[in-house]
């Protein structure tokens, strides 16, 4: 049965998965013609649109299609292993999986939907430009850090 806790947590889920999809289709339609977009926002953030057809930071981007059709379903197991890892855990852990989980049905959302995902935040400094990322890797990497914070500092030691 599922308790209470767990159905809030899924909420959240679907509250991130939301969030994500709301900024990616905000940046869609403001594209142009081509494609494109480039924002100026300040000295160190623009935004600027590309499609990713691999996996994070675009490692992994193949041209042949049942490749990515196989990493894609390699990420759906994934995901429903983090699903379930929000039901068998608690505090900062969940938190963490369901950061993880909200970001990641938003990149397979959009890998089923376009083929692709779109990606737009750029941080920059100089002429040194980090990956260009979306609000799913940003709560797909909390969710990471939350993880890893948990196991090192708040894991008893056996």
């Known amino acids: 049965m599922i308790s209470k806790k767990n159905i809030y947590s899924f909420f959240f889920v679907i509250v991130i998965f939301f969030i994500d999809r709301v900024t990616k289709i905000l940046i869609i339609n403001s594209a142009n013609l081509n494609e494109e977009v480039n924002l100026y926002i300040t000295h160190f953030l623009s935004l600027n649109l590309i499609w990713n057809q691999g996996i994070a930071f675009g490692l992994f981007s193949f041209d042949q299609k049942i490749y990515y059709n196989l990493l894609t379903g390699i990420i759906i197991i994934i995901s429903l292993i983090i699903a379930w890892m929000i039901l068998k855990t608690k505090n900062l852990e969940k938190i963490g999986f369901i950061m993880v989980l909200g970001g990641s049905l938003g990149n397979v959302f959009d890998r089923i939907y376009y083929s692709r995902v779109p990606d737009f935040i ?30 090192i500092f708040l894991k008893k030691k056996k």
Do not use: R, T
């Open 122 to 151: 750029d941080l920059h400094y100089n002429n040194f430009h980090w990956f260009i990322f979306n609000v799913a890797d940003i709560f797909i990497s909390l969710g990471v850090i939350l993880l890893i914070y948990s196991e």
